[in-house]
């Protein structure tokens, strides 16, 4: 497609569930990043991608959170025995580098931790 | 680290009215600004950014920003504000860390244009 792509749009899960969420970034973007937005609050960052690898992982808020990003494009963000804390809007964008240029956001994944 | 702040949460304007939606930063280094979008239920959607140059920058939907070094500031505007403009506004500015960069955003400000 032409923009980034996230799924699921929405995902609803008990406390202490697993959940996975997709990112399929804009084709030929080399840099992939994952934030995530609480209601009424600015975006916050997670992590970082260039290529493979996590060039910068410093937002991730404890060890459940962990985000793959295995052939360079497609990225999942993984979190483990969700917390209710955790419902937020997981978003993700991508850009052609890391440089000066923006970022293009997907809509968002909606998780709702009951 | 650099950061940016939006000290309004709400600014309101009726329409055909100009509109100003404030955002001061702090970086260490040439600051490489952001503004972004938000409309209800969407993703972010990129507005304009300042890189260098001239400090007027003109973006979509016909907004603008300046750029102002000596006031730390990157203030959005649009001469005439629409009903359709109403939404969630993010200053944003570019931190380099190493080799890696990441936009950092401000908290936001809610912009309710009415008739």
């Known amino acids: 497609g032409a923009g980034v792509s996230q799924t699921p749009s929405n995902k609803v899960t008990e406390k202490g569930k697993y959940v996975e969420l997709r990112c399929d970034p804009i084709?030929?973007?080399?840099?992939l990043y994952w934030y995530r937005q609480s209601l009424g609050q600015g975006p916050e960052f997670l992590i970082y991608f260039q290529g493979t690898g996590a060039a910068d992982d410093s937002g991730l808020p404890n060890d459940r959170f962990f985000a793959v990003r295995p052939e360079g494009s497609v990225s999942t963000l993984k979190i483990q025995r969700t917390e209710r804390g955790d419902s937020a809007v997981y978003l993700c964008a991508s850009s052609a580098g890391q440089g000066h240029g923006e970022l293009f956001f997907g809509e968002g994944s909606r998780l709702t931790v009951l | 680290a650099q950061s940016v702040a939006q000290p309004e949460d709400q600014v309101n304007v009726a329409e055909g009215n100009p509109l100003t939606v404030k955002c001061t930063y702090s970086?260490?280094?040439?600051?490489?600004l952001f503004w972004y979008v938000q409309y209800p239920n969407r993703g972010l959607q990129f507005l304009l950014k300042y890189i260098t140059g001239d400090n007027l920058v003109k973006g979509s939907y016909g907004f603008e920003a300046e750029f102002n070094k000596s006031q730390t500031s990157f203030h959005l505007k649009k001469p005439s504000a629409l009903v359709s403009d109403s939404a969630l506004y993010f200053c944003?500015?570019?931190?380099?860390?190493?080799?890696?960069?990441?936009?950092?955003f401000g908290t936001g400000t809610r912009l309710q244009v009415t008739l």
């Open positions: 084709s030929g973007h080399t840099a």
């Open positions: 970086v260490s280094g040439n600051p490489y």
């Open positions: 944003a500015v570019r931190d380099f860390t190493g080799t890696a960069s990441k936009l950092t």
